[in-house]
């Protein structure tokens, strides 16, 4: 469990990164890439802690939970396909199914807090 726990926040960081990488590579200017990197860096940190956070503020049910996150994994993995990084779109969306999966097989869907489990 702990290692499935740690992949999952590295894939989460993971996102945050990737999606960097497609708002800076959107543009040709440096700085209105970094801009646009930013804003969808702060707009899916935002979501994630609104929606799929364990301590998130609102509480759909599981399955919009988990249509967000596949949601913002496929943005940032088509996005680094269309950057020219196919490879690394799908290893982490691929990750991302794979992690969720077992998770869930576990009975910690997303969005749990899997502190209050036992």
């Known amino acids: 469990m702990a290692i499935l ?3 999952r ?3 989460e960081l993971s996102l945050l990164a990737a999606l960097g ?3 800076f590579n959107a543009s040709d200017d440096a700085a209105v890439g970094a801009l646009i990197g930013a804003a969808l860096v702060i707009s899916a940190a935002t979501v994630w802690g609104a929606i799929l956070s364990p301590r998130r503020r609102l509480d ?3 399955g919009i939970r988990l249509a967000v996150e596949l949601a913002l994994f496929a943005g940032a993995a088509i996005g ?9 779109g799908a290893v982490l969306f691929t ?9 869930w097989a576990m ?10 489990k036992s």
């Open 21 to 23: 990488i497609v708002g």
């Open 5 to 7: 726990l740690g992949v």
């Open 60 to 62: 759909p049910p599981v």
């Open 95 to 103: 990750a991302e199914l794979l992690t969720v999966g077992a998770l």
């Open 107 to 116: 009975g910690h869907p997303p969005g749990a807090d899997v502190a209050t």
């Open 80 to 88: 680094l396909a269309a950057t020219g990084y196919p490879t690394w």
């Open 9 to 11: 926040f590295l894939l």
